[in-house]
């Protein structure tokens, strides 16, 4: 396992990461659940990512149980807040911020979390009173640094050009060849200003497993079958799309990885990029998952992979 410097924090985390989002503690079932987490800790994985509203604090109620025991020292711990607790609760007020991050440290069983990260912008909130409180909470040891998810470029450019507040060190945007708008402004920028990417869906919600293929229904019990994905994962299940997802395993066994693996290979090739939030339901998710961090593909396999999707994705 390889590890990458977390934008201008002293953090350094595992280029492959494990994530919580409809898995721990709300789809896989407990014993499952520690099998991965003991997995990814086994082949050097140091970055558990979750958030408050991942099944309403169940992800984190289970992580706090899960890493009961291990030294607070080894692993880097990051959740979120704005999506809805209660029918009152949501946001990124001050109260909120105050209120929802003692929560998530009582459920995490820890006194500090390494990264908190602002899971959506909020429109309602002036953005000084977002960073103030942020800053408050770094000042008082409850987090060590702050990052943000799916922000867009010109308030990432506010928030950096505030004065008299902590800096963000973390953007955590969704990232895969095939999803690649943060190429655009949020790359650059961050780039610029201290700030690494930590990719959400880098496998394309499973897509680019190779698991769907354009000429049979979705796998029952996969997430493009779920009542939960709904039409989220539309854009992604297009014909055109799958058949060229199917066209890249050549390429990936030329390179002698599994399709994961390669396109794991992909979004870590982006220096930017500190690590990529995968998610498991069996620890050998987890191995195959972190094996991509060492991976050394011929640029001209990426090249030719990039073609192969992006005519599907303009079709």
């Known amino acids: 396992m390889k590890y990458r410097r977390l934008g201008a924090s002293d953090l350094h985390v595992s280029d492959i990461s494990l994530g919580s989002w409809l898995t721990y503690g709300v789809g896989v079932e407990a014993e499952a659940a520690r099998a991965c987490l003991d997995r990814a800790f086994a082949v050097g994985i140091n970055f558990i990512d979750t958030a408050n509203a991942y099944g309403r604090g169940a992800a984190e109620s289970f992580l706090g149980e899960a890493l009961r025991g291990r030294a607070r020292d080894s692993y880097i711990l990051a959740t979120k807040l704005f999506f809805p607790m209660s029918a009152t609760d949501r946001g990124l007020s001050a109260a909120q911020i105050e209120k929802q991050l003692d929560a998530s440290l009582r459920r995490l069983n820890t006194d500090y979390v390494d990264l908190y990260q602002c899971h959506r912008y909020d429109d309602d909130t002036p953005l000084a009173e977002t960073m103030q409180a942020l800053t408050r909470a770094v000042a008082g040891g409850k987090t060590r640094y702050i990052g943000f998810s799916e922000w867009p470029a010109d308030k990432i450019r506010a928030a950096i050009d505030m004065a008299g507040v902590a800096k963000f060190v973390s953007s955590q945007p969704q990232y895969s060849l095939l999803w690649r708008e943060p190429e655009r402004a949020v790359i650059p920028l961050s780039a610029a200003n201290g700030i690494s990417q930590i990719v959400w869906s880098p496998l394309g919600q499973g897509v680019l497993t190779g698991k769907y293929s354009p000429d049979a229904p979705p796998p029952a019990g996969s997430r493009a079958s779920s009542e939960e994905m709904g039409g989220w994962m539309d854009r992604l299940l297009t014909r055109p799309v799958l058949a060229a997802v199917q066209r890249l395993q050549p390429l990936a066994a030329e ?18 990029v500190a690590s990529a939030i995968t998610g498991a ?3 050998e998710q987890v191995s195959e998952n972190a ?3 060492d991976a050394i593909v011929d640029p001209a396999l990426f090249a030719e992979a990039e073609r192969i999707v992006g005519e599907a994705l303009r079709r």
């Open 281 to 283: 339901s069996r620890p």
């Open 291 to 293: 094996a991509a961090s």
């Open 255 to 272: 390179a002698g990885l599994s399709l994961a693996q390669f396109s794991l290979a992909w979004v870590l090739r982006e220096p930017n």
